[in-house]
């Protein structure tokens, strides 16, 4: 050290050192992104620039260069007396209460006697929006696959020729464990189309907003169309030609796709296959001359817009000899008009090859879960689970055999991924309904609920493993409920740890 610092001086004295090196190290001052609301400002160093090289010198290496600072000034930690722990923070970290970081400016991770200030560099945005990635409930432990992704953070691809619409999705590169399914999520102008097209996935819909008009035909030459709106389904099987016109009102829809690595860029459109075969072939092939091709589109259409569909579905009703596809065949179910089944906590409605059958290996359950409740505990069995939530906050504890699990939480327009048998539960945390898709690769919608297995469990096997009082055992509903209703203040049982708030309120 004392030959380090004899170095420096002699470099300093010798006038050998640029001058920014003989000045203290620069420090970057942290905290909170101050840009503007959606905007993005870096913290800038306040350095100026006084010489023309853009690297140090060899003598700032550690072992020969001066000391810096290690104590005050711009490297100081954010003081403890400037944290505000919200309700619940404090509360025994394995209760794992969910902590709304929403009425603190600067969220802390920080639970229970454990974790520490955070004074680096951050956007508290996504720490209060992921309360539970950030300040994990004690129980989780160990590296579970990543289960969640905004499609706020997929890229947009827009149509093409003015406003038609777009679509953003979310695949194996969002989510690497997605192997089984993937989603799109897609805007059409009004009038506008996905373009006629086809694909090597099978296509499972369900229609988020307004309402569009359908057309498809089979291997068999059967046709078919239908107009369906917000809340109903549609399926269309792995290389059936089909296409997609917005009504009046325009739309948005969700797809689920049976392949993990689909990407929505990749489907077969029909303008690119005329635009890739010679002229000759398509004169022959439709038997028409080449002229008929001068006004080929010169690129691909995707989505665009179009002339209005006629309101009277009847006026494109193209049939031939082979008739109309036969209706247990039918590639829509009008799901909005299925009543739902309903709970203690909230609703489900259940669609699968039951009601629909042309839709082989999905099946889906559309669930509302009111404030404080829960979706309970549960697995499937031969199938992966791929989500979207229509609305609100959750969050969701996935259990990966045999020692992890990881809290992840979920707001409107995300999508989840938890693999087949991991346990899993989805606990609203917000102060409306939350409203979540479950999408399965399975013939019949099932699961196996925690509760009903214990119900139906020899009482003196389930004691002598869990060691529950016979009070717990003998209230335990031998019916399944799929959902369990709860408190709707979340942080209710950090006043009695030992109590019944998680799923009464206090009087
Ligand atoms: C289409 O035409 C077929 C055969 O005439 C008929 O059975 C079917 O109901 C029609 N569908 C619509 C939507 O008009
Ligand atoms: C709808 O179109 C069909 C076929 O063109 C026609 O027979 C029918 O009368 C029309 N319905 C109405 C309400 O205009
Ligand atoms: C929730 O319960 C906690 C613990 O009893 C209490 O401190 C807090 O004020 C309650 N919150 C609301 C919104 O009632
Ligand atoms: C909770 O129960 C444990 C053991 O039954 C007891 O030691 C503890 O004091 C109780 N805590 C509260 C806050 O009631």
Same mark, same amino acid.
């Given at each position: 050290?004392?030959?380090?610092?004899?170095?420096?001086?002699?470099?300093?004295?010798?006038?050998?050192?640029?001058?920014?090196?003989?000045?203290?190290?620069?420090?970057?001052? *942290?905290?909170?992104?101050?840009?503007?609301?959606?905007?993005?400002?870096?913290?800038?160093?306040?350095?100026?620039?006084?010489?023309?090289?853009?690297? $140090?010198?060899?003598?700032?290496? $550690?072992?020969?260069?001066?000391?810096?600072?290690?104590?005050?000034?711009?490297?100081?930690?954010?003081?403890?007396?400037?944290?505000?722990?919200?309700?619940?923070?404090?509360?025994?970290?394995?209760?794992?209460?969910?902590?709304?970081?929403?009425?603190?400016?600067?969220?802390?991770?920080? %639970? $229970?006697?454990?974790?520490?200030?955070?004074?680096?560099?951050?956007?508290?945005?996504?720490?209060?929006?992921?309360?539970?990635?950030?300040?994990?409930?004690?129980?989780?432990?160990?590296?579970?696959?990543?289960?969640?992704?905004?499609?706020?953070?997929?890229?947009?691809?827009? $149509?093409?020729?003015?406003?038609?619409?777009?679509?953003?999705?979310?695949?194996?590169?969002?989510?690497?464990?997605?192997?089984?399914?993937?989603?799109?999520?897609? %805007?059409?102008?009004?009038?506008?189309?996905?373009?006629?097209?086809?694909?090597?996935?099978?296509?499972?819909?369900?229609?988020?907003?307004?309402?569009?008009?359908?057309?498809?035909?089979?291997?068999?030459?059967?046709?078919?169309?239908?107009?369906?709106?917000?809340?109903?389904?549609?399926?269309?099987?792995?290389?059936?030609?089909?296409?997609?016109?917005?009504?009046?009102?325009?739309?948005?829809?969700?797809?689920?796709?049976?392949?993990?690595?689909?990407?929505?860029?990749?489907?077969?459109?029909?303008?690119?296959?005329?635009?890739?075969?010679?002229?000759?072939?398509?004169?022959?092939?439709?038997?028409?001359?080449?002229?008929?091709?001068?006004?080929?589109?010169?690129?691909?259409?995707?989505?665009?817009?179009?002339?209005?569909?006629?309101?009277?579905?009847?006026?494109?009703?193209?049939?031939?000899?082979?008739?109309?596809?036969?209706?247990?065949?039918?590639?829509?179910?009008?799901?909005?008009?299925?009543?739902? *089944?309903?709970?203690?906590?909230?609703?489900?409605?259940?669609?699968?090859?039951?009601?629909?059958?042309?839709?082989?290996?999905?099946?889906?359950?559309?669930?509302?879960?009111?404030?404080?409740?829960?979706?309970?505990?549960?697995?499937?069995?031969?199938?992966?689970?791929?989500?979207?939530?229509?609305?609100?906050?959750? %969050?969701?504890?996935?259990?990966?055999?045999?020692?992890?699990?990881?809290?992840?939480?979920?707001?409107?327009?995300?999508?989840?991924?938890?693999?087949?048998?991991?346990?899993?539960?989805?606990?609203?945390?917000?102060?409306?309904?939350?409203?979540?898709?479950?999408?399965?690769?399975?013939?019949?919608?099932?699961?196996?609920?925690?509760?009903?297995?214990?119900?139906?469990?020899?009482?003196?096997?389930?004691?002598?493993?869990?060691?529950?009082?016979?009070?717990?055992?003998?209230?335990?509903?031998?019916?399944?409920? *799929?959902?369990?209703?709860?408190?709707?203040?979340?942080?209710?049982?950090?006043?009695?740890?030992?109590?019944?708030?998680?799923?009464?309120?206090?009087?």
């Amino acid at each position: 050290m004392q030959q380090a610092t004899r170095i420096f001086s002699i470099l300093a004295a010798a006038g050998l050192l640029p001058a920014f090196l003989a000045a203290p190290a620069p420090q970057m001052s *942290y905290g909170e992104n101050t840009g503007a609301v959606g905007g993005v400002n870096p913290p800038i160093p306040t350095v100026t620039i006084s010489s023309g090289s853009l690297y $140090g010198d060899s003598s700032l290496l $550690g072992e020969i260069a001066k000391p810096s600072p290690i104590s005050g000034g711009d490297s100081a930690i954010v003081p403890d007396a400037d944290v505000t722990l919200v309700n619940g923070q404090e509360a025994d970290s394995k209760l794992g209460l969910y902590l709304d970081f929403n009425s603190v400016e600067n969220p802390q991770p920080l %639970r $229970g006697t454990g974790g520490q200030t955070a004074p680096g560099p951050r956007t508290y945005e996504y720490e209060k929006l992921n309360p539970d990635i950030f300040a994990p409930p004690g129980t989780d432990s160990g590296d579970v696959p990543q289960a969640q992704w905004p499609l706020g953070l997929s890229h947009n691809r827009f $149509g093409t020729g003015g406003k038609s619409g777009w679509a953003r999705q979310q695949n194996t590169d969002q989510l690497p464990r997605a192997t089984e399914m993937a989603g799109v999520d897609m %805007r059409l102008a009004p009038h506008a189309y996905r373009e006629l097209h086809w694909h090597s996935a099978n296509e499972w819909s369900l229609m988020l907003k307004g309402s569009v008009r359908l057309a498809a035909v089979n291997e068999n030459g059967e046709s078919f169309v239908d107009d369906i709106s917000a809340g109903d389904v549609w399926f269309f099987p792995a290389g059936v030609p089909h296409s997609i016109q917005a009504l009046d009102e325009g739309c948005e829809f969700l797809l689920v796709f049976d392949q993990g690595d689909f990407s929505e860029d990749g489907t077969a459109l029909i303008s690119e296959m005329f635009i890739r075969n010679p002229k000759e072939v398509l004169s022959k092939n439709l038997q028409t001359p080449v002229s008929a091709f001068d006004d080929l589109p010169s690129d691909q259409l995707y989505i665009f817009t179009g002339t209005p569909a006629p309101a009277n579905i009847s006026e494109q009703n193209m049939t031939g000899p082979a008739g109309i596809l036969p209706y247990d065949q039918s590639y829509t179910y009008h799901f909005s008009q299925q009543e739902p *089944y309903v709970v203690p906590g909230g609703s489900v409605k259940i669609i699968d090859t039951t009601t629909f059958p042309i839709a082989k290996g999905f099946s889906a359950a559309l669930v509302t879960v009111q404030p404080g409740a829960m979706r309970e505990l549960h697995w499937h069995l031969e199938s992966d689970e791929w989500n979207y939530f229509l609305q609100g906050s959750a %969050r969701v504890t996935v259990f990966s055999p045999p020692e992890s699990s990881r809290t992840f939480d979920f707001t409107a327009g995300d999508v989840g991924y938890i693999p087949a048998v991991f346990s899993h539960y989805i606990e609203n945390t917000g102060t409306e309904d939350v409203i979540f898709l479950e999408v399965l690769q399975q013939p019949k919608f099932t699961d196996i609920s925690v509760a009903q297995w214990l119900a139906l469990t020899p009482k003196q096997v389930v004691k002598d493993t869990l060691h529950l009082p016979d009070s717990t055992l003998d209230n335990l509903p031998k019916v399944k409920t *799929y959902l369990k209703p709860g408190n709707k203040n979340l942080t209710a049982l950090a006043a009695n740890p030992n109590g019944t708030a998680a799923y009464e309120p206090a009087d």
